[in-house]
């Protein structure tokens, strides 16, 4: 999956970005990264998630 392009990074090398954002009760978690596709990390970030892992 491609993302959408942001214009004005004063800068920066603009181009796609993405934030995986993970809400808990008590915690706030925002990962932001560029690319044309979400690096590994974030896929391996997601399936913990997705797994259940991360339960209050």
Do not use: Q
Not at 10 to 38: H, M, N, Q, R, S
């Amino acid at each position: 999956m491609e993302l959408p392009s942001i214009i004005g990074c004063p800068g920066c090398d603009d181009g796609p970005i993405g934030t995986l954002t993970v809400f808990t009760e008590t915690d706030f978690y925002a990962i932001k990264f560029e690319g044309l596709k979400p690096p590994k990390a974030i896929e391996g970030i997601t399936g913990l998630i997705t797994a259940g892992i991360f339960k209050e």
